[in-house]
């Protein structure tokens, strides 16, 4: 599965959101081991592609979205999922 597939995809982690009010845990769990696994060559080349950057400007915007119809478990999930991407991507700065 693609880096946007996780996210935008048919079953991706939005999707889940969007239509069934849940949050996938193993996809984010990917989303999260992808993004680790690409932050040192990230750094190292001064830039993330395109087709990633893209994919987790749109992660952020949804995540941070919000959503009435989620339940509270799922709304302080999608919270701390959102800061601890945004923490993973301002590691690029250091």
Known sequence: MSFSDMIVGEGGLLVEL???????EKIYTD????????LSEWKSN??????DAVSIFNLI?????GSQLWS??????VEDAVIEI???ISTLEE
């Open 61 to 65: 915007d949804e995540l941070s979205g």
């Open 86 to 88: 945004q923490e993973i």
């Open 31 to 38: 989303i999260i081991n992808y993004l680790n696994k690409h």
């Open 18 to 24: 969007r239509c069934h009010n849940s949050f996938n």
């Open 46 to 51: 001064g830039f993330i592609p395109v087709a």
């Open 72 to 77: 509270e478990e799922v709304a302080l999930r």
